[in-house]
């Protein structure tokens, strides 16, 4: 049984960074960050694999957002630089996807939720 406990969720200014926390109890492969806006679908943000660390990043985030590990902590991160309120939503990570990373349905386990505002 996979836990995933959320952190560092917060309200921030345009332009200031944020780093989101995901601690994971009990083995797990791979990790992804999800967001979902109030009235929007909820969305892929980033994904990353234990086994060599490849990273994925949706259009919207790449070259804003760094997902990383520590595989001592079984933690995930996301760090978040440039916000912009367009950011702001419920952050989620989930693990394990059973087929497509990228896609919502795709995972079993999935955190709390994080709430992020970024205030313009």
């Known amino acids: 049984q996979v836990q995933l406990v959320e952190s560092g969720g917060g309200l921030v200014q345009t332009g200031n960074s944020l780093r989101l926390s995901c601690a994971a109890s009990g083995s797990i492969n791979a990790m992804a960050w999800f967001r979902q806006a109030p009235g929007k679908e909820r969305e892929f943000v980033a994904a990353?694999?234990?086994?060599?660390?490849?990273?994925y990043y949706a259009d919207s985030v790449k070259d804003r957002f760094t997902i990383s590990r520590d595989n001592a902590k079984n933690t995930v991160y996301l760090q978040m630089n440039s916000l912009k309120p367009e950011d702001t939503a419920v952050y989620y990570c989930?693990?394990?996807?059973?087929?497509?990373?990228?896609?919502?349905?795709?995972?079993?386990?999935w955190g709390q939720g994080t709430q992020v505002t970024v205030s313009s």
């Open positions: 989930a693990a394990d996807p059973t087929r497509y990373f990228y896609y919502t349905a795709s995972y079993y386990y």
């Open positions: 990353i694999y234990w086994s060599d660390g490849s990273t």
